[in-house]
């Protein structure tokens, strides 16, 4: 399969994130928490009824499978820490911190990412607190879900998992049939990643 490198360009409108999905099936396999009554006291300054979702939205350097359309072969992506921090930023000066999806299909209200940061030191990191192991580098949002129904029917049913972005990315392409031996890491990251997919898949 190829390898493909997503960059963004800060000087073009169209490309970045434009909202965040809840979604039940993650692309970056990195589940959110749900900081709510169920959850009530991992952090002093949230209490139980804040209904906040934490999670990772981008993780740089971790290849994520996608399906060709009609008569094209699968492939992988990825995105670099460098993109991964410049998307962060843009999403914020683009204002669409209130943008939100159910599973990229039906628009929600009442979503806020309120908080954003870039994981600097995992083992330090806030996520760390909260069972959430994430690289160097690491996309990490709070989210504000002001509709109880939202938060009832999909959250606490856990009917969502994490995040997924929207939005639009410029691509390279680095590797081509990522079977072979080459050196680049974030092809050796790849491969390890396809090798854990086909074990997952023959275990089922």
């Given at each position: 399969?190829?390898?493909?490198?997503l960059?963004?360009d800060?000087a073009?409108?169209?490309?970045?994130?434009?909202?965040?999905?809840?979604?039940?099936n993650?692309?970056?396999?990195?589940?959110?928490?749900?900081?709510g009554?169920?959850?009530p006291?991992?952090?002093?300054?949230?209490?139980?009824d804040?209904?906040?979702?934490?999670?990772?939205?981008?993780?740089?350097d971790?290849p994520?499978?996608?399906?060709?359309?009609?008569?094209q072969?699968?492939?992988?992506v990825?995105?670099?820490?460098?993109?991964?921090?410049?998307?962060a930023?843009?999403f914020?000066?683009?204002?669409?911190?209130?943008?939100?999806?159910?599973?990229?299909?039906?628009?929600?209200?009442?979503m806020?990412?309120?908080?954003?940061?870039?994981?600097?030191?995992?083992?330090?990191?806030?996520?760390?607190?909260?069972?959430l192991?994430?690289?160097?580098?690491t996309?990490?949002?709070?989210m504000?879900?002001?509709?109880k129904?939202?938060?009832?029917?999909y959250v606490?049913?856990?009917?969502?998992?994490?995040?997924?972005?929207?939005?639009?990315?410029?691509?390279?392409?680095?590797?081509?049939?990522?079977?072979?031996?080459?050196s680049?890491?974030i092809?050796d990251n790849?491969?390890?990643?396809?090798?854990e997919?086909?074990?997952?898949?023959?275990?089922?």
């Amino acid at each position: 399969m190829n390898l493909i490198e997503l960059i963004i360009d800060e000087a073009t409108e169209m490309f970045g994130v434009h909202a965040l999905s809840l979604v039940s099936n993650p692309a970056i396999q990195s589940d959110f928490i749900a900081l709510g009554d169920e959850k009530p006291i991992l952090l002093a300054e949230v209490s139980p009824d804040k209904q906040i979702l934490m999670g990772a939205v981008l993780i740089p350097d971790k290849p994520i499978f996608r399906q060709g359309s009609k008569g094209q072969e699968d492939y992988y992506v990825f995105f670099s820490e460098d993109t991964v921090a410049k998307t962060a930023e843009m999403f914020f000066k683009r204002g669409n911190q209130s943008n939100a999806t159910l599973e990229h299909k039906d628009v929600l209200d009442g979503m806020t990412v309120f908080e954003s940061w870039i994981v600097e030191d995992p083992e330090m990191d806030k996520s760390k607190k909260f069972g959430l192991n994430v690289p160097k580098g690491t996309w990490m949002v709070s989210m504000k879900v002001d509709d109880k129904e939202i938060w009832d029917k999909y959250v606490k049913n856990d009917k969502v998992f994490g995040f997924s972005l929207e939005g639009r990315f410029a691509d390279i392409l680095v590797a081509e049939n990522v079977e072979q031996n080459f050196s680049d890491q974030i092809v050796d990251n790849a491969l390890e990643n396809i090798k854990e997919i086909l074990i997952n898949h023959f275990k089922e």
